[in-house]
């Protein structure tokens, strides 16, 4: 049976031929199915845009800094990490993971409380990769002056305890935007992590990246270098905000990636928007409109199902006297099916004994 191209897979979540709901890995005894998952998790509030205003007002800051904390990001993690831990995901990559401190000392530590959730949902996940990026302080008033604010942005893996990890790498991107505020530059650098992972016997790696947002091309760069950072064989899963739509004109960040990989949302029906509710995460009724994080593919990986999770305003949750969503971003959830690269006999064995030890 013909296996479809990985560019099809992107030509079928674009409205062409679904060829990925037919063809792929077929279930055979080295094959595996299991489940993964993205989430951005969402700071809870405008910070990083404050350092492209022509000053920095410590005003402003304060403010932002003072909704961070009332959107409560230790109840929003536990709310994602009880609906990720719902769907049993061998692995989630999730992006704006940030810590946050104010005069060193931590005020929110978004991984951490990540994988308290899912401990207090019952699941047993830990961190495996970590992509440190961004790492910005900024003054905040106070009634006697002002304090460092200091936000560090994270895309990280997480992975479930049965899920056995091998090497890991991470990396920041050459290119980012950058800007010179108050006579001090600040650079949103973006980066990327992987890791080796081996999901029912089969080798699988995973990845997470957040690409950059306000500018196309800076974008198109980083695409280039993280296509550039894919194996070359074996089953490969990216979980990731790339901030570009499969209807984006080319090249584009998601087309340059689309020659490596494959869109799991081909198997599903409609648009599928993951983007966005309002920063401040208290609109009433979603604002998804468009689709910028995905599930992508590669090797011998064949997505069977694709969901998204936190479309329905049901999914808020009580903050005080409010109500928020847990995240500004729907998460994608996919079932795949993965198989070891038939150059590998060692891996096919591996997998076929995982398989019939019911691993």
């Known amino acids: 049976m013909p296996s479809p191209t990985r560019r099809g897979f992107l030509r079928a979540a674009a409205g062409a031929t679904p060829l990925a709901a037919r063809a792929g890995v077929p279930d055979w005894l080295a094959a595996a199915e299991t489940t993964v998952a993205t989430q951005n998790v969402g700071l809870g509030v405008r910070l990083y845009d404050l350092v492209s205003a022509e000053r920095i007002d410590p005003d402003v800051v304060a403010e932002r800094f003072a909704r961070l904390r009332r959107n409560a990001p230790g109840e929003r993690m536990a709310a994602l990490a009880s609906t990720l831990a719902a769907h049993d995901p061998a692995v989630v990559g999730v992006q704006e993971a940030a810590l946050v401190e104010r005069d060193g000392e931590v005020v929110a530590d978004f991984l951490d409380a990540l994988v308290a959730g899912f401990e207090d949902a019952g699941a047993d996940y830990r961190v495996a990769a970590v992509s440190a990026n961004a790492d910005v302080t900024l003054p905040a008033s106070t009634g006697n002056g002002t304090v460092g604010v200091r936000l560090l942005d994270r895309d990280a893996l997480l992975v479930r305890d049965d899920v056995a990890v091998g090497g890991t790498r991470s990396g920041t991107y050459a ?37 950059a947002s306000a500018n196309a091309t800076i974008r198109r760069a980083q695409a280039g270098q993280l296509r550039e950072r894919l194996p070359d064989t074996g089953a490969t899963v990216l979980l990731a905000d790339l901030n570009s739509r499969p209807e984006s004109p080319s090249p584009s960040a998601y087309g340059i990636l689309g020659e490596r990989l494959g869109d799991a949302w081909a198997v599903a029906d409609g648009a599928g928007p993951t983007c966005c509710q309002f920063a401040h995460l208290g ?7 468009r689709r910028v994080d995905y599930v992508l593919v590669g090797g011998p990986a064949t ?24 995240a500004d971003h729907a998460g994608v959830v996919a079932r795949l099916r993965v198989g070891p690269a038939l150059s590998d006999p060692l891996g096919v064995a591996r997998a076929v004994a995982a398989r019939l030890s019911g691993a």
Do not use: M, Q
Request: charged share 25%.
């Open 283 to 289: 609109n009433e009724r979603s604002f998804l409109s």
């Open 175 to 211: 290119v980012n935007a950058s800007t010179v505020v108050d006579g001090e530059r600040f650079t949103a650098t973006r980066g990327y992590c992987f890791a080796d992972l081996r999901v029912r016997g089969v080798d699988v790696t995973a990845g997470a990246t957040h690409l």
């Open 303 to 326: 997505p069977l199902h694709v969901s998204r999770t936190l479309t329905d305003p049901e999914a808020r949750i009580a903050v005080g006297d409010r109500e928020v969503w847990p």
